[in-house]
């Protein structure tokens, strides 16, 4: 499965126990995403289409209107990388 580098970095934050916060509309459809790391600092480059990518490859998932967080595919895909130990 092809992954792009953007989708990497936010599976990686969400490896390491990060989420996805979304706000929807009144339609409820998703309309703003944020990634957060575990340690609340927010992943800058993470846009919505990122996120409709990563949730179209169900590599991501939300249970009862929580949070998005990396599902069992995400972390079977996600790529080790040397300087992400999660410290």
Avoid: W
């Amino acid at each position: 499965m092809n992954i792009s580098r953007n989708e990497q970095r936010a599976l990686h934050v969400l490896a390491l126990g990060g989420r996805i916060l979304h706000e929807r509309d009144d339609r409820r459809k998703i309309t703003a995403v944020t990634c957060v790391t575990r340690e609340g600092m927010i992943l800058s480059d993470f846009a919505l289409e990122t996120f409709l990518r990563l949730r179209r490859k169900r590599l991501i998932e939300s249970r009862s209107g929580s949070p998005y967080c990396i599902s069992k595919r995400g972390r079977l895909s996600v790529r080790a990388q040397l300087d992400n130990q999660g410290a």
